[in-house]
């Protein structure tokens, strides 16, 4: 599998921090993997998770309420990308559902 980081074609960085016009050179992982969603309340995994194989494939993370891109799977963590565009963010793949589950699934 190919790296996720590597393939998001970071544009050149002109700065002097960079000095190799590398910009992913000298970030930390917290750099990398920003905050995930917040998760909503209640919420319980899918009966039947679902593990998408096809990047941009829609799926829905159940623990964030959101729809999202898949982009790939790096030591067993799902990378998602929103849609409209903003941050990407990662998830377990037990939360993953081709569906939006119905108001059932939520516990209050």
Known sequence: MT??????NF???L??????????????????????PA?????VPPVLPYLPVRRGEAVFDVRSGR???F???HHGVVFLRPFGGG??????PRWLSQHK????????
Request: aromatic share 6%.
């Open 15 to 36: 700065c002097a921090h960079c000095n190799d016009a590398v910009p992913e050179v000298g970030l930390t992982g917290d750099d990398l993997a920003p905050a995930a």
């Open 39 to 43: 998760a909503v309340p209640g919420a």
């Open 71 to 73: 982009m790939a799977v």
């Open 3 to 8: 790296n996720p980081i590597i393939e998001r």
């Open 101 to 108: 589950p119905p108001k059932s699934f939520v516990v209050s």
């Open 87 to 92: 941050v990407e963010w990662d998830t377990d």
């Open 11 to 13: 544009p050149p960085c």
């Open 67 to 69: 729809w999202g891109a």
